[in-house]
């Protein structure tokens, strides 16, 4: 094949290309030059010959070229980009107005003061509405943004925000216990961020640390070390006029946040090109081996462990990848128990060896590593660590990598690790991560490929660099053993689709700002990498043929179908594709429910398939809907709650009727002293020694379990006390709802007004309160990873929480409408209580003969009655956009859709359980 000749002609060239950089001094890297380090570099200044002159000037017209209308320097995303480079080029804008009379200054005064004055009134409107909590998590940006400002407040620039009171708080932490350390001589991360430190410390002492002249390998804090010296270092100037000369600025001024990156760029280029097949004599055995070769020694004179480049801090990532490149070149061993010692700890592998944020990226690569040794049994624990680690990463929604603003790199990387998990006879691997958690994490990420390709083929907004992530993630899920079964066809006309964007720009390649330091970089090297990776196995891909005609695959067609007949989801663009996906997910999920489902409420005689198979397809298909703002997590935990309350249901109408009156008072009186919070969160054992009728003695065991799940989630605790008793006073509500719904037609229905009882017992029966309680506290009170949020939940105004009770109300009864009009016939023959029944006092007397008529009239007004409540819950709906925010009311959306599903599902068709026979 043409093409695929020439992509392997093009990455040998890239290959020896690299090879070549060896002969230099220092291996010139790809990394991208930014503002934020040539601003630093430009304020270093040198007294030659009794004059003092700027060091490089050409940094300094850098700076003053690149500066935008209004004031700020870079515009790419994230945010934290432009306010780190804009706070270090007004500072050297101050800087070069105060020392004018420097040998080498380019502008007027006057001009510099222009500039000056409108970065100033940028950084003032921007840091004073600044949150950066959901952004990338930049490298010291919560030291070196608080140490920017004490840096401008000395030029009469004062900036104050709450949220910067809270970066500061942070810094002052972080740097107290930091500067115990550096003077000991070890390498530690601060100094790759000298710059925050600046009037802090003594610079002097630091000189034993260096690296080839340089701190850490940054050009901004080797310019902030010289500044800051006494005496002046020869060594460090002329590393950074190599970086000035060898960069990718090739003397333009410019400088990268990082130089030199030799076994980073190596590493990552030779495991990736290896990784997806490319042969070693068609990239050029020579020059893999030279490269190879310059990998196991840095390595071997790192004592096992390295950093980006010999001499720097050693971390996992590096040391991982050169480990997993090294393995494809079997003259090379590979020791992978120095990796482990030096960079484990408990539930996961840190970056840096005294880290304390952990990074989804290095136990990817560690995984790979480890998976990629002669004898991966050997290394059951740390496997089982590092799988566990990035499947909680996707499960609680927070997969974003240290080192990549791409999600669809967190994607690959962890796809690349799990499958080959799958692959290989691990017999070490407990059930709930082989056959659960994998699983669920690989069909959430592939489905939100599916979900997320453009209408061309590309990924992240026609990024190049992107796609090959995405295009390499879809050709690993395409494995046999990941189980796709359902999807199989979208994915493989998703490479397609990918490889025919690849193939068209090949050698025009773009590449983009997605890699992170202190500012965002690219890399024109990674970028080729991981773009001839990609279509190296997109052109040699070929799709499986995996269909399935099992009963469960008819069964899938089926609740697709149904689902297609609701009003939910009968006019959405796009619905075939869109379940079919919501489906392949929901799959993994139901064997997490199978294998749970009588944890509580035991097995009954009769068991309803139906529900267990329609309630996670019900929730994922809705989060699609919405745009999937739901984490696996949060999806299962709804999905038990909801099986949960099926299950209560189900147990109420079956134990309850067999109870005698002294029984059931006993088992109401016990929910009752549920309703006060006590010290004693365990409820199955306080519940249960209140029992002293043997009749009921099951019921209040079977209820305290399902309390204390409910009670004792982590969730539910880290909520406010309001929000707990809330949740607790539903509960118990919903619980005592369902024991008074039995004979209710006969007590009830007699002698209540149909707004009294839909009100009461009507709505708290379908569990939608307690359900709406709990949902809120999973959503908006889950405890956050992020040491940057001031604040671990949303707040809510009281005319918010005002709004969401009624809207609850509405969305309760129009439940239970709904649940009634579809279970008429199945009420009337086990003699329950139906909505029908009250729209059925006052007509002519059933007897009559003219029954059929009387129920289509009574269907008729309660049906008017449900599209009141739908009217006023839409309302109230979209009062409560501008309160609670874009995130929470997405959130929040999700429910309403699974909540108004079921409804418009037991209109199409009743999928409750029958608890007596006709």
Known sequence: ???????????????ADMASRLDDKWYPSSMSTNVYDTAWVSMVSKEEDWRIKWLLPKAFEFILSNQHANGHWDDEEPRANAILSTMAATLACFEHERFSHYVGHVLKLEDVRQRTSKAVTWLRNELTHWNDQNEVDSVALEILVPALLDQLAKHGVSINSPYLAKMSELSESHLSKAKMVLYSGKQITLFHSLEALIGRIEFDKLGGCKVRGSMLGS??????????????DMETEDYLRYVFEHGEGKGNGSFPSAAPIDVFEISWTISTLLECGIPIDVLGKEHVTKLASHLAKTLDASGGVVGFSLGMLPDADDTAKTLHALSFLGKFDADVSTLVTRFRSPGSFKTYEKESTRSLSANCNVLKALLATKNPDSSSAHILTAASFICHSFMSGKARDKWNTAWEYCAMLSVQSLVPLLQQSVAFLPYHIRSVKIPIVLAHITCRLLNTQEHGGSFGN????????ATLALIALAAPQTGLNLIEEDISSAIERAREFLSARLNRWESRRNWVEKVTY???????????????????FQPGTRGSSSPAHWMNRKLSGLLKSTKLFVTTDGVDTLLRLAMQESVSHVAHLEHTRFDIFPQPVKVNEKY???IPFAWTACNYLSGCPLSPNVLIDMME??????????????????????QVFEVRNALNEQLVEHADKNAEKEVSQRSHIEASEMILQTFAKYI??????????????????LVRQELIGYLQAQISTIGAKEKLGTKSSFFDWIHTFGARDTSCPFSFAYYLCIVNFADSNSSKSPNKHQSITCEAEYLLRDLCGSLSRLCRIYNDYGSIHRDREEGNLNSIDFFMRGLEDPSSGKLPGLEAQAKCALWSMADYERQHMTRTFELLRNMLGPRLHGDMQVFLNVTDLFGQIYVVQDIGTRTKDS
Not at 219 to 232: C, F, G, I, Q, R
Not at 710 to 717: A, D, E, F, G, T
Request: hydrophobic share 40%; charged share 25%.
């Open 1 to 15: 094949m043409a093409l695929l000749k020439d992509v392997h002609e093009e990455a040998a060239k890239l290959v």
């Open 219 to 232: 050009p901004s804090s080797t310019a902030a070390y010289l500044m800051e010296l006494e005496d002046w």
């Open 462 to 469: 026609q990024s190049d660099e992107i796609t090959a992530y």
């Open 522 to 540: 690219s890399s024109s090297l990674l970028t080729k990498t991981y773009c001839f990776a990609a279509l190296d196995q997109a052109l040699r």
């Open 612 to 614: 267990l198979n329609m």
């Open 641 to 662: 709650i909801s099986m949960l309350n099926y299950q209560a249901d189900e147990f109420v109408e079956l134990q309850i009727p067999l109870c005698k009156e002294d």
């Open 708 to 725: 204390d799940r409910i009670l004792n989630h982590p969730h539910i605790q880290n909520a406010p006390l309001d929000r707990r008793l």
